[in-house]
């Protein structure tokens, strides 16, 4: 046990009341996650106010505290003085009701059913972004005569595209995950929506039946919702099924009613609705950016760090996933986080720079830079800017001229972005044309300078929200 962070460790646990009120304890890249059995024992300010800590907020019933870097190191000693038993760390952009806290598991409620949204791809989510680098890569290389009908480019684009071809599966086994079923039966759900006589069906015009109802004739592959709607009642009808069997017949028969059931269901009814919800969704969110142009994306940009507390903002996944695979792009939800990240770092750095608090200092250059590379913004967001007024006024003006520029230059987003922040750049190149890159440049700079002189005029010390 280090004994660097025994005070900051002693100081947490005697601000969440003790060992004896914590029910679990996990961590992400910056945060410990605490649930509490007494919520009512502890005082958001004096765990503010201790040396070391950030800042912290409630997600749903889960208590988080903002460290910084250095949080897997606090977290272990505190596990050491309190004879805790170490959690996996958790993904940092998830704000999750941990699955480990049972009352939590089968609880339906606003922030399970973003959680669950949020968590759909979060599993796999290496894996979209080494797929979308490889075509990037590729992309690079056609700039430097390498033709799209080489072999080689085709085999590889092939590959990394089947990645996104098969989105289904990946999201059935994230959000069976989620729920805390079995993965397997979420990928087989994933499988149901992209079989390949079904697809060929489709892509065909071949009419399809189930008892002489109609199939909705829809292919989908490469979507998101549809995969959540059909896995969620997938894996509690089996999980449930799995309970009430005899042991000796449960492996037969869970899974055997568990797809007679939601076989016909998720084709005839459940895939269906999410595919209109999900196109109405697009529809609605175009509607919306072809009716106020540049001005709609500048006030998304403006009001995303409100979302971003709410952890509204994982809904739009069901939006821009599917939206990137479109030959005209994602125009609104990519390049609003993109500028928004890199805003946040840099309204940090600048604070870090002008603040004469010196333990704000290292924090705030700190956290701006993991917001601004990594695409990590919560430390910056919720641990420096949001805890100053004038910072977060800033930051908002920031994100409203960059989203503005970005409108009128019509940015799109074509691949799955490699992170949130500066590395999400080349998703915006245009396969196709090779263009876009250097209009998105241009909305970030725009974003960048607007937020830099607005918080270096308007931050002061003594600005708390």
Known sequence: MSQKYDILADD???????????????HCTTRLRVSLKDKGMIDEETIKGIEGVIGCRWTGDQLQIIIGQHVPEVYDTICDKAGLEKQAKVDESLDEELIDTPKKKNKFNFYFIIEIIAY??????????????VKVILLLLTF?????????????????????????????????KKIGSEPAIGMVVGMFLVAPVFIDNVNNGVAMNFLGISVYPKAYSSTFLPAILCTVPTCYLYD??????????????????????????????????????????????????????????????????????????????????????????????????????INVGVACAVIGLKTKIVEQKSVAISAGISSAVAGISEPALFGVVMENKRALAALVIGNIAGGAVAGLLRVAAHMWPASWGMFMLPSFIDPVTGQGFINALIAVAVGIVVTAVATFILYKDDAKV
Not at 120 to 133: H, R, W
Not at 162 to 167: E, G, H, K, R, T
Not at 318 to 325: D, G
């Open 12 to 26: 947490i646990l005697s601000a969440l009341g003790g060992k004896d009120n914590i029910s679990f304890f996990t």
């Open 120 to 133: 759909a791809l979060q599993p796999s989510l290496f894996l979209m972004i080494g797929a979308g680098m």
């Open 144 to 176: 430097v005569g390498l033709s799209t009908d080489n072999p080689t480019y085709q085999l590889l684009f092939n590959a990394a595209d089947a990645v996104y071809y098969f989105l289904p599966i990946i999201v059935g086994y994230g959000v069976a």
């Open 240 to 341: 449930f099924l799995k309970k009430r069997v005899p042991a000796v017949i449960k492996n037969l028969v869970a899974p055997l009613v568990t797809f007679l059931v939601m076989i016909p269901l998720s084709y005839v009814v459940l895939a269906p609705l999410a595919s209109i919800v999900g196109d109405y969704l697009a529809t609605g969110v175009m509607w919306l950016y072809n009716l106020t142009g540049f001005v709609g994306v500048a006030m998304f940009c403006g009001i995303l760090p409100f979302l971003i507390t709410t952890g509204i903002h994982f809904c739009f996944s069901a939006y821009w996933v599917p939206e990137i695979t479109t030959p005209g792009g994602e125009l609104f939800y990519l390049i609003s986080n993109c500028i928004f990240n």
